[in-house]
């Protein structure tokens, strides 16, 4: 009994394997009829393809067909290729593993979330530009900067009347390169140099910076400061507002305090077309004073307002220092702001004149060299 079950058991898996067998001989037969197929159809097209070129080649067309054979591997990055004729050209069809381009980048925040706030700012301790460059890597020359992760929506010039201030330079630039970095601006810094011993003119100076300024990059906010002005708050942020911005408007000389309603020197700001709209800055102004109170004129006189920050924001400290040599107060100036109204067509930057002598790019700033003329004879008393 027990040799006839085992028997009918073996039997059973004979039957199991010689059914498995057959399986898998058919399997085999039907991937062999199917690559065999393929093959034929390839090569029948390739011998069209040849046939083809040649009918081409005796007169009657001048086209080729083409034919594509992807002769890549299986999950690999390769070409597609075209047959024409008996040649294998590469194909115009774009490749599945492609880089895709770079998303655009993100405005960038109005309060930029790096900024510090109340800064510590001090002349005591020595400053060299080596220094100011090794602090500052990411600034190209020509003191350039844009920020890598957004897209700021001013593109800033900032215009700095200069003349025998080289040390006060190199402080302005040791704070206000980390400062103008944390807002995320995307600046240019110009050095608007004077030459010669003539009477100075700021204003003439920093409508020359607004003109050269422009040849260098399509600026739309322009930044005007003195050069021994630093801000004492990094959220102070140096970018162009819907009305025109005074900037420096709690100096430490002044105590702190705005010293009257109508004053806009030390640090302005105008978008280009606030500062066409009032024909740019006074070209007469000869000497200290005066061509502050002219701008704040034009604006008003424009039917703009100057904007201002909260004074807790806009203090500023002074690098101490004497009365620059042919810098003397100007006494024509009280007779001239009178006169702002009559005068701020005529002249501005629609009438500057100037002599370009040399622009040079530094690591950390553009200088302008200019000369601007000298002022016109004073009337004789009598």
């Known amino acids: 009994m027990t040799r006839l079950m085992l028997g009918r058991t073996l ?37 069209n393809g040849r046939n083809g070129s040649r009918n081409n080649g005796s007169g009657t067309g001048s086209g080729h067909h083409y034919y594509y054979f992807n002769l890549s591997r299986p999950n690999a990055t390769s070409a597609t290729y075209l047959a024409a004729g008996e040649q294998l050209v590469p194909s115009l069809q774009p490749e599945n593993n492609q880089t895709p381009s770079p998303k655009p980048l993100p405005p ?91 009477t100075f003119n700021r204003a003439k100076l920093l409508n020359v910076g607004y003109t050269e300024a422009l040849k260098d990059a399509e600026y739309d906010c322009f ?16 970018h162009c507002y819907d009305q025109p911005r005074h900037f420096a408007i709690a100096m430490d000389k002044f105590g702190f305090r705005l010293p009257y309603a109508g004053y806009f020197g030390g640090v302005s700001g105008l978008s280009k077309k606030q500062f066409l709209k009032i024909n740019g800055f006074p070209n007469e102004y000869w000497g200290w004073g005066g061509e502050d109170d002219d701008i704040y004129n034009r604006i008003t006189l424009n039917g703009m307002k100057v904007s201002r920050p909260d004074v807790r924001i806009g203090r500023y400290r002074m690098i101490k220092h004497e009365r620059d040599k042919h810098n003397e107060p100007n006494p024509q100036r009280f007779n001239k702001i009178q006169n702002t109204k009559n005068t701020m067509k005529k002249d501005g930057i629609s009438s500057l004149t100037y002599k370009l002598v040399q622009v040079k790019k530094f690591p950390m700033y553009t200088n302008i060299s200019v000369e601007i003329g000298k002022p016109p004879p004073r009337p004789i008393k009598g």
């Open 11 to 47: 039997e059973r898996i004979c039957k199991g394997v010689l059914l498995l067998c057959l399986l898998h001989f058919l399997i085999m037969m039907i991937l062999y009829f199917d690559v065999y197929s393929q093959r034929f159809d390839l090569f029948s097209r390739f011998n």
């Open 108 to 198: 960038c925040p109005e309060n930029p979330p790096g900024l510090v706030g109340r800064l510590l700012i001090e002349f005591s301790s020595q400053m060299t530009m080596e220094r100011v460059q090794k602090e500052n890597p990411n600034v190209t020359d020509g003191g350039r900067y844009k920020p890598p992760d957004c897209r700021p929506r001013w593109k800033v010039a900032i215009i700095i009347p200069f003349r025998h201030r080289e040390n006060h330079l190199k402080y302005w630039l040791h704070y206000l390169h980390p400062i103008l970095r944390r807002q995320k601006i995307d600046y240019g810094i110009y050095i608007i140099n004077q030459l010669g011993e003539d």
């Open 223 to 238: 930044i005007f400061s003195d050069v021994d002005l630093i801000p004492m708050d990094d959220r102070n942020l140096y």
